[in-house]
């Protein structure tokens, strides 16, 4: 039994980001297809921390607005730089605005959020180091100006780098991560020179 049950809302939005997350690649198109079907099989469960052997996060690729440099966390668990994201919560309504929700609570910054995830990015979960879990963490790109960010009491330190002068000390993935991020918001932004339709953080949400 899990500890709180995602709306139907919450659940459909996943649905959707999967359905529109990239299909550039054969991975990109299996993990798309592996997820719905997990999503099938376990239900909203999927969406809680209580599920096993996988379960959906949320997290933010926070990119300046010219695209030149990301903010990351220094994870307190994995003492690894990542970018920001973590669990869904039972205020979630979505999967966007629950990205920007771990954005805002690990940094200390807002902004735009592209509407369509970057990556579906498939990694060990950190809350669960004794057994082998998966982490099935929807990435979205937000913009945020290049402003001073804020540690928060689940980090070690945050800071903004370089997209092409990333830490040494990263978490698996987060190099192909934000280089996805900047590719596809690069991409997007090319037609009009603006989001299109883009989402705003949260402001008034805890987690």
Do not use: Y
């Not at 550039?24 to 997990?38: G, N, T, V």
């Not at 592209?114 to 963490?137: E, F, K, N, T």
């Not at 540690?151 to 000390?169: I, N, R």
């Amino acid at each position: 039994m899990t500890s709180w049950t995602p709306g139907e809302d919450l659940v459909a939005d996943l649905r959707h980001a999967l359905a529109r997350a990239p299909r550039e690649s054969a991975e990109d198109r299996f993990e798309a297809w592996a997820w719905r079907a997990l999503l099938d099989e376990d239900g909203p469960a999927l969406l809680t921390r209580d599920a096993a052997p996988a379960h959906v996060t949320a997290s933010a690729i926070v990119l300046s607005t010219d695209l030149t440099h990301t903010c990351l966390v220094l994870h307190s668990k994995l003492n690894r730089w990542v970018q920001p994201g973590g669990h869904l919560e039972p205020g979630d309504r979505t999967m966007i605005g629950a990205a920007a929700r771990e954005a805002l609570e690990e940094t200390g910054l807002h902004g735009q959020v592209l509407p369509d995830p970057v990556i579906l990015s498939r990694h060990g979960a950190p809350c669960r180091p004794a057994v082998v879990d998966w982490h099935l963490d929807v990435e979205f790109a937000l913009l945020s100006e290049l402003t001073d960010p804020v540690v928060s009491e689940e980090s070690l330190d945050v800071a903004w780098f370089p997209v092409g002068q990333l830490p040494t000390e990263l978490a698996f993935g987060v190099d192909h991560s934000v280089r996805r991020a900047v590719e596809l918001t690069r991409t997007r932004l090319a037609p009009t020179g603006s989001a299109p339709s883009p989402a705003t953080a949260p402001t008034g949400q805890s987690g």
